[in-house]
């Protein structure tokens, strides 16, 4: 159904309160850059504005956002702290595989995060692990990287295959399992990884198991949507429209943050500075104008198809229209040209700040390092998506290996 008067009250207020928390995290985002961490303070602010509940039903006590709202408030807490977004991000992404995995049963998990604020983080796929079938459950071993979140984080989920599955085998299926892993428990630890460039503060670090027992419950199979496939085909239209989106999507919007972000502070530092050599203010050098109206023009375009195919599955779930591959496909290319075209807009305006953009205490060297994590998650990489983008263009189904010659 459309939105009436009372979803657009709804949406405004989360647009008012996720630009509360951003005024919150602009002030802590250097901070959180040099601790590496994210403080509890910050999550608080995510729970107690909605935000933590936004892929959450209302039905369940969450603030259930369209995907509009979503993209929106991503890009308005990336403007003031990549770092913060991204573990949101992710958290989002785990409720809604807890939703799909578990269904009804994952109501106590919903709960905690709509009443405690408690955060969830999520592993793909483990760069090394053992699942034994036990009695009643299973017996894992491993480690999974890059779970972002880590420190704050109440449960994790990993995903992982059962023993005697094929080797290679994607883990999803019969054979793929969800692990809802509490972090404080025995055998479980988080090992401190992450030392990187970008995204600092997300706490992004390896997640250890050590011989740990999960009975069946909490060891769901775990089944990755096909193109065209929302994450929970039952929820509400809101969240369907959300959940195709999940993983193709979601980090173009924080990109475009960062490099908006870019845009604005050094047209800030222009305005007062003249050139190192000549002493001619920097906002007369032609050099200067066409950078920053490249970057604005990268950043707006990239802005524009992301809204675009936002408000167009938007519109399609709330009328009640079936998704397709073509749908799936629109939004990861729409994700892709926002990462790169935020990339290739703080690459332009590097050139106005000069020297001065290497120096940390300058908020710009932290932007054109975080800008860099946009084309680099696995399923989002450049050519994937144009390889996605071309078969589909040529009508090759996705799943046909390269052919040369």
């Known amino acids: 159904m459309p939105k009436n008067d009372a979803d657009i009250v709804r949406t405004s207020e989360l647009i008012a309160r996720a630009h509360e928390v951003a005024s919150k995290l602009k002030d802590r985002a250097r901070a959180i850059d040099q601790a590496r961490e994210i403080p509890i303070e910050s999550v608080n602010d995510l729970h107690e504005s909605g935000l933590l509940a936004m892929s959450i039903p209302r039905a369940s ?21 990549a770092s913060t977004t991204w573990c949101l991000v992710n958290h989002v992404a785990a409720c809604d595989i807890l939703q799909r995995s578990l269904g009804g049963a994952s109501g106590p998990y919903l709960r905690a995060v709509v009443e405690d604020g408690a955060a969830l983080g999520f592993g793909a796929l483990p760069s090394e692990a053992e699942t034994k079938e036990s009695d009643g459950g299973y017996i894992i071993t491993g480690r999974w990287p890059f779970i972002s979140f880590s420190y704050r984080c109440r449960w994790v989920l990993l995903i992982t295959r059962i023993q005697g599955s094929p080797a290679g085998q994607s883990p999803t299926g019969p054979d793929g399992r969800c692990l809802i892993v509490p972090l404080a428990k025995d055998g479980v630890r988080i090992e401190d990884t992450w030392k990187a460039m970008s995204l600092r503060g997300t706490m992004s670090n390896d997640v250890v198991l050590d011989h740990v027992f999960f009975p069946e419950e909490q060891a769901p199979v775990f089944t990755r949507p096909s193109p065209g496939e929302t994450s929970i085909e039952s929820a509400p239209a809101a969240l369907r429209a959300a959940g195709l989106a999940s993983g193709r999507l979601v980090t173009g919007p924080i990109m475009l943050g960062v490099a908006q972000a870019a845009l604005d502070s050094t047209i800030e530092f222009a305005v007062d500075r003249d050139m190192t050599l000549g002493g001619s203010p920097r906002t007369k050098m032609p050099g200067n104008q066409f950078a920053v109206a490249d970057a604005a023009m990268y950043i707006e375009s990239a802005r524009a198809l992301l809204y675009q195919e936002a408000r167009s599955v938007t519109a399609k779930a709330e009328s009640g229209i079936p998704f397709t591959p073509d749908d799936s496909i629109r939004l990861s290319m729409a994700g892709l040209v926002a990462t790169q075209n935020a990339q290739s807009a ?51 189904p996705a799943d046909v290996q390269p052919r040369w010659g």
């Open 61 to 81: 006590g969450g603030t259930e956002a369209d995907l509009v709202t979503v993209v929106s408030v991503y890009e308005i807490l990336a403007k003031a702290c």
């Open 346 to 396: 703080v690459d332009r305006l590097f050139a106005i700040r000069g020297a001065h953009g290497l120096y940390e205490e300058d908020e710009f060297e932290r932007y054109y390092r975080d800008v860099r994590m946009g084309t680099l998650v696995a399923n989002q990489t450049p050519d994937l998506v144009r390889e996605w983008l071309g078969k589909h263009l040529f009508g090759i």
